[in-house]
């Protein structure tokens, strides 16, 4: 029985589902599906995928038992009937398929008639919907043309399930069947309601492009006058029909390039049919392999995916077979394509890299030229460095605007040329020096020196304690690119950075740093934001402390706290590298007394961030419909908000697509919609932008909720094979399969020939009796699926008997049973005949046989039809002989007397005759006289009744 399978819900499966339909091209690429395998559509699946009609899915499987769609089905048909699928665009149809990758194939079928938009309510198609059986035989038999279903047909079709149906829709059912394009169930069902699935939908295809042949082979040749034979000749009596040869040709170039369009167009009379092979450099090759695009009666447009030469070659057909071939041959050379990366701009300490992209050189060679305003350079003089077929690196010599190109000249002397522009600008150098160390009471001489520094454009900049500050507050004189004496206003540490900007934008820096410091003053500088992972460099500057020693404190939240318990890492008078333990408000303070007792001091405030911590667990193995409770437990996470993401191991993927539910700073509940390896990953970002991901690198696999069936029929025979087709799960996990026995469990190797796997199999029970025959598989889980079916086995009737073989006319004989079983609820039927005739008998014969006489002779055959419940018979017959043996004349005597009369003697005459049968015999004679007186002479012999002659 056919199995019933769930449609599939996802749009990528439908799209690969279908429907690779290679413009009904016979050079479709030739492939093998491993699940076509012993499938009973085997044989209509290879001959679409060499059609190129199917192509199958991702998995390499072309899954002929699930269900097909209206969309898929009117795709692979509309594809089947033309080369190009394109609907007029004013066609009106339905509602609901504007923009549905199937659209053109259901416009071009509503267009051609074959899907009629009567046939759905409220002009939806509803094309992600499974398509029924009759839907299908519908479109199938529209698409055989008018003209193949007579006004006269009754229609009497044997299905049981159809006696609903419309009178139209059984019409359909019996064009279907006349031409079959579908035939029904072993129960005598059609099941027209029922969803189709992909391996009916191949085998009704093929079907139908049968029945398109048969069609057209019984349609009356047409002949036109001018197209009889000359000559004479034909059978006579109104001659046959003739058809001429057919006539074809086409024209190739050449020569040709790849991708490059090559038009066939044939010139062709009288034909009916074209197929085209072709070879590449003399071998066999299939169409698509080589060429992209298609070839029919009409020729076509091919583009070549490979260099080669390649002979195409037409066989046309006419009406009757008869073949004209024709071929041409076109070389195929490859398209050079070159392309090399030069910058727009560089200058004349850039090392260049020249990354030239060369497709098809072959044996080509690429010619290197260099030219400046137009004028031919020597590579060698212009440049260092070498370029080759893929290139190089290089470097010009001098400034200056270059045009750098390359050319190559390929075997039928067309070039391909590419060239860039360049321009060449010099390197200019700055160098800027002061002094490291001064105060703030103190001029210092900012000392320049440049080259190549002609109109570019200076800016400068200041930086004090890292923080950018105006040069004319903090600086008391003018600086420029000449030497000047200038004086920092106020402690610090700066950095003098002057910036040279030429036209291509690259600048040109050098810096002066120089620490000023006050008069007996402590100065050292640390960011103001940090967390609580960085290790700070305090670089300090201490003015006229001698040999004193400087005091490091820290304040936090106005409370001087020990130092020890604010940083790790130790301070002195160079400062030292720190980090700060804990959040807060900080304020770092550097301290030292003079001799004097003048105390100088510098402090900074910083504020401290936490790092924040998220830790949660994923369960390792779930399904998809278990709630999975993520519980988060997480430290400095005041203010912030966790943003979930989920990685499925090929980066992050979008929330909604792949999980139900959300997830916040406390964790939740989610459900994973997909079967996969998902990894949870949380994020937050803090008040400084700083980024916080948290991957505790728990990986969770996610198993789908399987489905398994498969169907038997109701009642089956001792002596039936039933196919059992398994459905719903993923042909990964291993099956086992169990069966009861009225009730009882027994092992299948007993009850069944033939094995199960987990696809299925073909069994036979080899007893009657009532069964249950269960499936069962479990997953990495310990999750276990099942299914159910119940069938009757019913025994065989097994009937025979036994009679003489010869036997006397009207005599009574026995028919007795010699065999019996099975026949409880049977009835015996029993027909005697003679010569094929039927005939009757004397008596009464039953299932326990019976007396009967025959009252005739001859050879006669006795016969026992005996039918059981369900309407299956046993038939036994047996042959007798019925005979009439003639009697026997043992004595004939006849004795003249002398007594006379009329001048005749008196004969006494008397005869003995026994017959074996026991039959009465009554002897008469023929030319007796009356009163036996004869003439003197030779008289003739007598006849017995029982037809017994003898000489007397």
Not at 9 to 35: K, M, N, P, W
Not at 110 to 116: P, W
Not at 756 to 769: D, E
Not at 831 to 857: F, H, P, Q, R, W
Request: net charge negative; glycine share 8%.
């Amino acid at each position: 029985m056919r199995e019933k399978l769930k449609k599939s819900a996802s749009l990528l499966t439908i799209l690969c589902l279908v429907l690779s339909v290679f413009g009904g091209s016979t050079y479709a690429a030739h492939r093998y599906f491993e699940d076509a395998k012993g499938h009973w559509a085997e044989d209509a699946i290879k001959t679409l995928t060499e059609q190129g009609a199917i192509a199958g899915f991702p998995d390499g499987l072309v899954h002929p038992d699930e269900i097909i769609t209206r969309a898929e089905f009117a795709t692979l048909l509309a594809r089947t009937m033309t080369d190009t699928v394109k609907a007029d665009a004013n066609t009106a149809a339905f509602t609901d398929i504007g923009g549905h990758w199937a659209e053109q194939s259901i416009l071009y079928l509503v267009q051609q008639k074959i899907i009629d938009t009567d046939d759905y309510e409220n002009k939806l198609f509803s094309p992600n919907e499974p398509i029924t059986r009759l839907e299908m035989v519908k479109m199938l038999v529209r698409a055989l043309g008018d003209n193949c279903h007579s006004k006269d047909c009754i229609c009497d079709l044997d299905f049981t399930d159809i006696s609903l149906l419309e009178k139209e829709d059984r019409m359909y059912l019996c064009i279907g069947e006349k031409y079959f394009i579908i035939k029904g169930y072993p129960d005598k069902t059609a099941k027209p309601n029922d969803n189709a699935t992909r391996g009916e939908a191949f085998e009704m295809l093929v079907k139908e492009e049968e029945a398109k042949d048969k069609i057209e082979q019984e349609k009356p040749p047409v002949i036109k006058p001018d197209e009889k034979p000359s000559g004479g000749g034909g059978n006579g009596g109104g001659g046959s029909s003739y058809v001429p040869a057919p006539q074809f040709s086409f024209t190739l170039p050449k020569n040709s390039y790849v991708g490059e369009e090559v038009k066939i167009s044939p010139q062709a009379k009288y034909v009916s049919s074209v197929s085209w092979s072709i070879t590449k450099d003399e071998i066999p090759v299939e169409l698509s392999s080589v060429f992209e695009g298609e070839l029919n009666k009409d020729g076509g447009t091919l583009k070549a995916k490979k260099v080669g030469k390649y002979t195409i070659t037409a066989t046309a057909k006419n009406s009757r077979g008869r073949e004209d071939t024709h071929s041409q041959t076109v070389t195929v050379y490859p398209v050079i394509t070159m392309d090399f990366t030069l910058p727009k701009t560089a200058h004349t300490d850039t090392t260049i890299p020249v990354e030239l992209k060369i497709q098809n050189l072959g044996q080509n060679t690429v010619v290197w030229s260099l030219t400046q305003d137009g004028k031919a350079l020597e590579l060698e003089k212009a440049i260092a460095g070498e370029l080759t077929h893929a290139g190089g690196t290089i470097q010009f010599k001098e400034k200056g605007s270059y045009v750098l190109t390359a050319k190559i000249t390929d075997e039928i002397g067309e070039e391909t040329t590419v060239s860039k522009n360049i321009d060449i600008y010099p390197v200019a150098e700055i160098k800027l020096t002061l002094p490291t160390i001064s105060h703030a009471d103190k001029a210092v001489t900012l000392q320049t020196e440049s080259k190549n520094t002609e109109d570019l454009t200076a800016a400068w900049t200041l930086t004090k304690n890292g923080v950018p500050a105006e040069i004319q507050s903090q600086i008391e004189g003018d600086v420029s690119l000449s030497d000047s004496t200038i004086r920092f206003k106020e402690k610090g540490v700066y950095q003098l950075i002057v910036a040279l900007t030429d036209k291509t934008g690259r600048t040109f820096t050098d810096t002066a740093k120089i620490t000023i410091y006050p008069v007996g003053a402590v100065g050292f500088y640390i960011p103001s934001i940090l967390h609580t992972d960085d290790t700070v460099k305090v670089e300090t500057t201490l003015a006229e402390i001698g040999e004193k020693i400087a005091t490091w404190t820290a304040t936090k939240k106005g409370k001087e706290i020990p130092l020890s318990d604010a940083i790790t890492g130790t301070l002195t008078n160079e400062g030292g590298n720190i980090r700060f333990k804990d959040k807060g408000e900080y304020i770092l303070k550097c301290s030292f007394t003079d001799d004097g007792g003048r105390t100088y001091s510098y402090e900074q405030a910083a504020k401290v961030y936490p790092i924040p911590t998220v830790t949660y667990t994923q369960p390792k193995l779930i399904h998809t419909d278990t709630k999975v409770a993520i519980n988060t437990t997480g430290t400095d996470l005041d203010g912030l908000s966790l943003e979930w993401l989920v990685d499925n191991s090929f980066g992050y993927q979008d929330w909604d697509t792949f999980v139900t539910g959300n997830l916040n700073n406390e964790g939740g509940n989610i459900y994973f919609k997909r079967a996969g390896i998902y990894e949870l990953v949380a994020r937050t970002t803090d008040e400084t932008g700083r980024v916080f991901l948290f991957e505790p690198k728990n990986k969770t696999e996610v198993l789908p909720v399987l489905t398994l069936g498969f169907e038997l029929p109701e009642v089956a025979y001792t002596d039936t094979q039933i196919d059992i087709r398994t459905s719903g799960h993923n042909n990964t996990l291993p099956m086992e399969w169990s069966l009861t026995k009225n009730g009882k469990s027994i092992a299948i190797s007993s009850a069944t020939d033939g094995e199960l796997n987990k696809l299925g199999g073909k069994v036979r029970f080899t007893s009657h009796g009532e069964y249950v025959l269960t499936a069962k598989m479990v997953d990495l889980l310990g999750r276990s699926y099942s299914h159910s079916e119940s069938i009757t086995i019913m025994p065989i009737v097994d009937f025979a008997f036994t009679m003489p073989t010869t036997v006397h006319y009207g005599k009574s004989f026995e028919v007795a049973i010699s065999k019996s079983q099975h026949t409880e609820k049977a009835n015996a039927v029993w027909t005697l005949s003679k010569n094929g005739e039927s005939c009757s008998y004397v008596g009464e014969l039953s299932k326990n046989g019976g007396t009967i006489a025959i009252n005739d002779i001859g050879e006669f055959t006795l016969t026992a039809v005996v039918t059981d419940i369900l309407g299956r018979e046993c038939r036994y017959s047996q042959s007798i002989t019925l005979t009439n043996t003639l009697p026997v004349i043992s004595e004939v005597n006849a004795v003249p007397t002398r007594t006379v009369k009329d001048g005749k003697f008196l004969v006494k005459i008397s005869a003995n005759a026994t017959d074996s049968d026991g039959d009465t015999t009554t002897l008469e004679w023929q030319g007796r006289t009356e009163g036996d007186y004869y003439a003197v002479g030779t008289h003739n012999q007598g006849t017995s009744k029982g037809q017994h002659r003898s000489l007397w």
